[in-house]
């Protein structure tokens, strides 16, 4: 059944007779005085109503009897000229009606809960109802649990995600540095670098452990979670291999090539340009002594060891200059360190010096010593030595390690 508005708004109020079918009622212009009305639609076998509607928009219930087969009189109440009134019939089709007054007040039908609606029952429906607006009905739609967030999938579609308790501590936070704190994670620059130890496995074959370091193009830290390893590898005798990590459409890669990387960009840090972008983190230089044969090695933080102490690959052999006299060690330390681990096998007659200028000795060595230690070299990879005087046999020098800076 429909239900059907038969008055417009008054003021700020809406007076409400509503009913479910048009035929249920009729509506009259009162001549002053009027008592007696004559019906059109229903006759006097049908229970009926009276209401009287004032100037001011108020409505009242108006006693009322059939006194004729199509006859309504009213009594107790007088109509002036142009007042509305309305007889509805009641009981046939359990008609409703409400109704609300000039001031807002709604008028107390409780008598004919059968037939009218109440302010409660109205209410009651109209707080079933949101017929307007899909998105607020499909956000009803939703079953609404703790600890979820509500997100579109859609115009006007929705789901929910967890939305935990930790992850609202985070959200709550103002700024980029508490959010990290809250996170318990802490600052790093553009040099950071952590794990990613470079591991020989074979003369073809070189792994790099779990790790992350910053690359400057990406802006960010990448992560290698498991072992990365190449292998098969070809290599050139005599030449120095570079190893970089980099961002492989989105996965951690290494590559082991002769291209060099750039000077440092802070502290040891160093990358290798690639197309104008510094795309790839240098991770260590090591050395293929011979065709396809990656000289064995151990890395640590302060030195990449040579594991191969059964070969001597001396940068220099029984000399007895006396001096200065300098030689080069680029064939064992790499341009990217000063720093190298040298065996030195000192002639007999005379103590041998070494450094970086005849000037600056950095270590000697009494005669017919031998001795492991760390020493430097020039920024090409170069050492000055001298003998105090003659000596016999002659020195022999042999790099066992080098610097792994990085």
Same mark, same amino acid.
């Given at each position: 059944?429909? $239900?059907?508005?038969? &008055? ?10 509503? !009913? ?11 001549? +002053?005085?009027? %008592? ?6 229903? &006759? ?30 009213? %009594? ?20 409703? !009606? ?9 008028? &107390?039908?409780?008598?004919? /809960? ?31 649990? +703790? ?13 929910? /995600?967890?939305?935990?308790?930790? /992850? ?52 960010? $830290? ?31 890669? !290494? ?64 000399? %007895? ?11 064992? $330390? ?41 020493? $430097?070299?020039? +920024? ?27």
């Amino acid at each position: 059944m429909s $239900i059907v508005k038969v &008055d417009s708004v008054i003021g700020s109020y809406l007076p409400i007779p509503v !009913i479910e079918h048009a035929t249920d009622f009729e509506v009259y212009t009162a001549t +002053a005085g009027q %008592t007696v009305f004559t019906t059109t639609k229903f &006759d006097r076998s049908n229970a009926i109503r009276a209401i009287a509607k004032s100037s001011g928009g108020a409505f009242s219930e108006v006693p009322a009897t059939w006194t004729g087969a199509n006859t309504v009189t009213i %009594t107790g109440t007088i109509l002036g000229a142009g007042q509305i009134f309305y007889i509805f019939k009641v009981g046939t089709h359990a008609s409703k !009606i409400r109704i609300q007054d000039s001031t807002g007040a709604w008028v &107390d039908l409780s008598a004919h /809960a059968a037939n009218v609606y109440t302010k409660a029952e109205d209410d009651g429906l109209l707080a079933t109802k949101q017929p307007l607006d899909a998105t607020l009905t499909a956000l009803a739609a939703l079953v609404i649990a +703790a600890n979820k967030l509500i997100y579109s999938t859609g115009v006007d579609t929705f789901a929910q /995600a967890d939305f935990t308790a930790f /992850a609202r501590t985070l959200l709550d936070d103002a700024d980029a540095a508490t959010m990290k704190s809250t996170l318990g994670v802490r600052e790093t620059g553009t040099a950071f670098i952590e794990g990613l130890v470079p591991l020989w496995v074979s003369a073809t074959s070189i792994q790099v452990n779990p790790g992350s370091a910053y690359i400057t193009s990406l802006g960010r $830290i990448i992560t290698v979670p498991g072992a990365l390893v190449l292998s098969g590898l070809t290599l050139t005798a005599a030449t120095w291999y570079y190893l970089y990590l980099y961002d492989n459409a989105g996965t951690a890669a !290494i590559e082991l090539v002769t291209t060099a990387p750039t000077a440092p960009y802070a502290g040891f840090a160093r990358t290798k340009n690639v197309g104008g972008g510094d795309s790839r983190r240098f991770l260590g230089a090591f050395r293929a002594q011979a065709a396809n044969v990656l000289r064995p090695f151990i890395w640590a933080p302060d030195y990449v060891t040579y594991l191969d102490t059964g070969n001597l690959y001396p940068i220099m052999s029984n000399s %007895t200059t006396v001096g200065p006299a300098s030689v080069s060690a680029s064939a064992a $330390i790499p341009i990217t360190t000063q720093r190298a681990l040298l065996q030195v096998y000192s002639a007999a007659g005379n103590s041998f010096n070494l450094g970086v200028a005849f000037d600056q000795m950095l270590l000697s060595v009494t005669a017919s010593t031998r001795v492991l230690a760390p020493v $430097i070299s020039t +920024a090409d990879q170069v050492f000055v030595y001298s003998h105090i005087g003659a000596v016999t046999g002659g020195t022999t020098l042999d790099v066992r390690g080098y610097g792994s800076e990085r």
